[in-house]
């Protein structure tokens, strides 16, 4: 029996793990196949560009323009930094406002991760040169898995490959994970499933957008929306276990999170990134 239960204590804890590397291995899957017609794709969606959708999703409130679709996802951040500070005094004392202080401290410890340990490296480390750079030949193009001689100081706007506006959608994956895990049953399985659906729906809306305005390759967001979403993934169930946390076990007891292995995570993500360029360097490329 003992055996049994050790059993099914690890199969549980491969299931995650396993769907991190099912996600993984689907982006490159879809990255292998479209990688061919990267730039035909982005070029017909360019000159497909439907202005007011592409301005709608492009502009932000926070650059002086009228509020747009990019502006949504920081406000949640937003929300979600203020009920952080907000109940932290009263959080020890109603286990709701300790799920909500949970909440809010997953999707912004997540959101900072994504950020400094994913998109923002890879940006400046790959060095892809955007495709109005190329269209104008002051870049060559280069493919999605190969770092490019674009160099990211020159320009403010930094490398191409990943897309950091579509990243902000991530919160609404992040979200998802959040409510499927407390608010789960039966009857409901297909919303919150529908739900996590219309997140990444939203995510490929703005990389397309991004693509028709020719700030992006089609599979620079298709990386961040595969990639941010194996990383949520991730910190969702191996790092912070937070299926176990808004689910409390029959002993009412919580995995502990170790400091240094928050700290440690996206540190270790810029390194993977800093060693690739390095390496690239050395083979004279």
Known sequence: M???????TRLQELVPQAGT???????????AA????????????????????AQYWHQSIFEGDPIGASDYPVFLYIIALVVLILILPWKAKHDRLARLWLWSSFILYSGLVTAIGFIHPLKHLWGRARPYLVAKDEAPF?????????????DRFSGSLPSGHTSTFLI???????????????KTRLILVLALLASIS???AMGVSRSMQMQHWV??????VGG???????????????????????HGKTPSLSAMTLIAIPILMLGWFLSLRLLWSLLGR
């Open 2 to 8: 003992q055996h049994q239960k050790l059993a099914l």
């Open 21 to 31: 590397i099912k996600i993984l291995v689907a982006t490159c899957f879809v990255l």
């Open 34 to 53: 479209i990688g061919p017609w990267d730039q035909p794709l982005t070029h017909w969606l360019a000159e497909h560009r439907v202005a007011s959708f």
């Open 142 to 154: 280069s493919p999605w898995y190969l770092p490019g001689a674009f160099d990211w100081m020159s």
């Open 172 to 186: 609404l994956i992040t979200l998802s994970y959040c409510i499927y895990h407390r608010f789960y049953r039966q």
């Open 202 to 204: 939203l995510s490929f």
């Open 219 to 224: 599979t620079d967001w298709i990386l961040s």
């Open 228 to 250: 941010g979403w194996a990383l949520i993934h991730y910190l969702f169930y191996q790092v912070w276990k937070m299926d176990q946390r808004l689910t409390p076990t029959s």
